[in-house]
């Protein structure tokens, strides 16, 4: 028996699409436009400007399984937990930590109460190990407190093509909170640091999805002028309260600007170590991504990849909802928030047109340095009709999204595309 397959579902080979459902020519001369308008409900404007193998927001919206209720996350998976945040629920300057994605590796630790949980600093770079407890950390050194940014590394994966393994994630693996605790180079410093360290790695009290006790969940780590910056923290408060067990209480690591993985939860060991750290899920094609473009669905070595450090240039959308209507009589405010990884951001475009013509939006300075920026602008519709409004972001070394997405590569990490949503204009 043969099965209809629906647009949403076609689309996972955008190109392949154009291809079946109409060609470029029959698209720009009304066929495949009349096609994608009856779907859409209205009319689309600016629709010659529509890129090839492009899938309208709404239609890509509608095809996507929801699993959560309406100001709720959106869980990808339970085993082990991971949920993202729809965007428009990520319109807080400070992420609150019911609206932080959440991303485990594993099963988390049960504790009844931090006064006996301890962090050990060791490992071969390290003069004098040591272990603190929490009160020990929270009375030997000074407290800092900071916006810091994290995004898991497959934020947007779900956009890839071929489609490659791993969760899902479209754009809500990112979040802003504010992080109290202690600076990483201040307790490096007080267990010694010897001349060959080059790398920090961490340990953590998840438990394996295989419940075997030998074996890590994830172990990773950064270059130690990464871990000696002033922003990087061992955190034991989040926006103000103790850190909720599901984002790590009641101790983690928070490096801000790169992959999230490097800021492991439940923290229990510090390594000091005098190679790259070779943790779980450092080595092979974990965190990782070709060091040259390749081409997609290629396959790569494992000593072709390399080590993904600071996050690439990313905005997002976050007011209005996309699916909206809005009218044309007046502008009305968008809005939403933009980051660079150790960068910061220098601009933020927007545009009504898929991408011909963009207007500057208004950016506000981070508060601290790898903490995300806001950014608003007005906008208005002129006719009646489908509309999209793309954000793209451009970094200090002027370095702007993509329009769509970025170079492929076998895990689907790094995608920056311009974010998009949909608006209809009514009169």
Not at 136 to 165: D, I, M, W
Not at 300 to 327: H, N, W, Y
Not at 348 to 370: C, K, M, Y
Request: net charge neutral; aromatic share 8%; with cysteine.
């Amino acid at each position: 028996m043969r099965r209809e397959r629906g647009l949403g579902e076609l689309y996972q080979d955008p190109e392949r699409a154009d291809a079946l459902i109409w060609s470029r020519r029959q698209f720009l001369l009304g066929s495949g436009l009349a096609a994608l308008q009856s779907r859409l409900g209205a009319v689309i404007r600016f629709a010659r400007y529509l890129p090839a193998g492009y899938l309208p927001v709404a239609i890509a919206e509608q095809s996507e399984p929801l699993n959560a209720q309406d100001g709720e996350l959106r869980v990808l998976n339970d085993r082990p937990l991971n949920a993202e945040t729809p965007a428009h629920l990520l319109d807080d300057p400070v992420t609150p930590a019911s609206r932080l994605f959440v991303r485990n590796n594993g099963t988390a630790p049960v504790f009844e109460e931090p006064a006996g949980w301890q962090l050990r600093i060791s490992g071969e770079a390290c003069l004098n190990p040591r272990t603190f407890s929490i009160a020990e950390l929270k009375r030997s050194f000074e407290q800092h407190t900071y916006q810091l940014q994290l995004e898991c590394g497959g934020n947007g994966r779900a956009e890839f093509r071929p489609r490659v393994p791993g969760n899902q994630w479209t754009t809500g693996a990112v979040g802003n909170p504010s992080w109290t605790g202690v600076r990483v180079k201040d307790v490096l410093e007080a267990a010694g640091i010897a001349g060959n360290a080059i790398y920090l790695g961490y340990r953590s009290a998840d438990k394996h999805l295989s419940g075997d006790p030998n074996k890590d969940v994830i172990s990773r780590g950064v270059p130690m002028r990464k871990a000696l910056e002033p922003e990087s923290l061992i955190a034991f408060a989040m926006n103000g309260e103790d850190i909720p067990p599901v984002h790590g209480a009641p101790l983690r690591l928070v490096c801000g600007g790169w992959p999230g993985s490097v800021s492991g939860k439940w923290l229990t060991e510090l390594l000091i170590r005098d190679r790259v750290h070779d943790g779980a899920k450092m080595t092979g094609d974990s965190y990782r991504v070709p060091c040259r473009p390749i081409a997609p669905g290629a396959t790569v070595a494992d000593a072709d990849m390399c080590i993904i450090e600071s996050m690439p240039v990313k905005s997002l959308v976050t007011f209005p909802r996309s699916g909206v209507q809005v009218g044309t009589a007046s502008p009305f405010v968008v809005r939403g928030k933009a980051w660079a990884g150790d960068r910061s951001v220098q601009a933020v475009h927007t545009s009504i047109d898929f991408g011909e013509t963009w207007q500057p939006a208004r950016l506000a300075p981070p508060p601290n340095r790898l903490a995300w920026q806001q950014w608003e602008t007005s906008i208005s519709l002129p006719l009646d009709g489908y509309y999209e409004i793309w954000a793209r972001a451009t970094d200090d070394a002027g370095i702007s999204q993509p329009m769509l997405v970025p170079g492929w590569n076998p895990k689907g990490y790094l995608n920056n595309a311009a974010h998009r949503i949909a608006v209809q204009a009514v009169s």
